[in-house]
């Protein structure tokens, strides 16, 4: 008989070894074993039942089962009071060893989420540690910052992006016109909406021919061929034809929904495709958004997007309108830029709000390794797209020239009209 010790190590006894290192945080009830709900749940999620059946073999449990690593009270209280709380949290560490696994995200994603129905905890998970054996054999982003900047030519400033509205229902001719007059602002990318992929009415590589087309005729006038993103969501036998057909087509990156697509799915069209791949989060709330289930935004959006080769990725911040904690929306940035060993970083995408008045806080928070998204603060700047991504370029180069924006604005028209519309952040 196994001792009552065997699912339990200490962290340092798996610290060099390859496991996964899952940390969850769940609430129970005060006069609940956690220990056992803890040792119970690392045994589900790995051979998978707590009966002893036939098959299962001491060295199969070595190999194979998972091993808890930490229970934690969250506060730490370790005392008993008879007038104490109903519940108390836990941060609960589990090491599961990655031979069961392999270097797939959707079958690392089914075995720190996925829940044996006997053996399953509410837990959301909070964070995944991988060993560097791991790791080194994901692709990740084939591009990254560097890549990327190169393919742009933008090495001293934070790239510019716009993202083509209104979302749905352009013709790809129309769509060409504003791509051309936003093109005419010298902005180094401007991507689909997620709202659009392949339709009917507006197939990607008719986008592709036409958008590059008008990136071409804008850089006759200033020098800057914009990089056009088109977006090819879609199941992945779909998506994977058409992302290859828009590259023989002539697009110099592609994008996709991951969340909706799979992460899986994002992981093989990087492989797929030699060009830049942008990662839309598009679907990924429902992952980090509750309390006590899925997982956190830093994982959702940080992590696995970069382990499944995002070049660049969107992330969701405090001041746009969403009610992320600060604490998180730059934790999923440091997911993306932080280093890694074998993985080129995420340069991250800010969407949501940017104007030329939110540069700042912007680069404050974050460095200037980021992209910003601007949507509506240059389709709906006062003097039109192009005047818009000049005031937002104006912002730019007075943040880098360590000159305050409303300084800069009193001698450029472009930004002085678009802090006046939006204000400062």
């Not at 009917?200 to 990089?227: D, H, I, K, N, W």
Request: a negative charge; one cysteine or more.
């Amino acid at each position: 008989m196994p001792s009552p010790l065997h699912l339990y190590r200490l962290p340092e006894q798996v610290r060099d070894d390859d496991y996964i290192v899952a940390t969850y945080y769940l609430e129970l009830p005060a006069d609940a074993d956690v220990m056992a709900r803890t040792a119970a749940f690392a045994i589900g999620q790995t051979i998978g039942t707590w009966l002893p059946v036939p098959g299962i073999t001491d060295e199969m449990r070595a190999r194979h089962e998972g091993r808890v690593i930490g229970v934690l009270n969250a506060p730490p209280t370790d005392l008993q009071h008879a007038d104490g709380p109903e519940s108390f949290g836990y941060f609960v560490r589990i090491a599961l060893p990655t031979l069961n696994v392999g270097p797939s995200i959707p079958m690392i994603l089914t075995t720190v989420l996925g829940n044996d129905s006997s053996t399953s905890v509410e837990a959301k998970l909070v964070d995944l540690e991988l060993p560097d054996s791991l790791a080194a054999q994901f692709s990740g982003p084939k591009f990254g910052v560097e890549g990327l900047r190169d393919l742009l030519d933008v090495h001293d400033r934070p790239i510019l992006l716009n993202m083509i509205k209104p979302c749905t229902g352009l013709t790809p001719e129309a769509g060409a016109q504003i791509f051309y007059e936003t093109a005419l602002g010298g902005i180094d990318m401007i991507k689909d909406d997620e709202l659009i992929a392949n339709p009917s009415y507006s197939p990607v590589v008719e986008r592709v021919r036409l958008f590059t087309a008008a990136a071409a005729r804008a850089a006759e006038q200033t020098g800057v061929e914009t990089l056009y993103i088109p977006n090819v969501t879609d199941r992945p036998d779909r998506m994977l034809d058409t992302a290859r057909r828009a590259v023989d087509a002539g697009a110099r990156a592609v994008m996709v929904t991951y969340a909706t697509a799979g992460y899986g799915s994002l992981e093989a069209l990087a492989e797929s495709v030699d060009v830049p791949v942008l990662a839309h989060f598009a679907g990924a709330a429902p992952y980090f958004e509750g309390p006590s289930t899925g997982m956190s935004a830093p994982l959702a959006m940080g992590l696995l997007p970069r382990l499944g080769g995002a070049d660049m990725a969107l992330v969701t911040t405090p001041y746009g309108g969403y009610n992320i904690r600060k604490v998180q929306y730059i934790r999923t940035v440091h997911q993306m830029l932080l280093e890694r060993p074998s993985l080129k970083p995420t340069i991250p995408i800010i969407g949501g709000g940017v104007h030329p008045g939110t540069v700042d806080r912007y680069v404050s928070d974050l460095g200037s390794d980021i992209v910003l998204g601007v949507g509506g603060a240059i389709q709906g700047h006062p003097s039109g797209a192009a005047a818009g991504v000049r005031a937002m370029k104006q912002a730019l180069e007075a943040r880098m020239a360590g000159v305050p924006v409303a300084e800069a604005a009193a001698s450029h028209e472009e930004l002085g009209q678009a802090l006046a519309a939006w204000g400062t952040l």
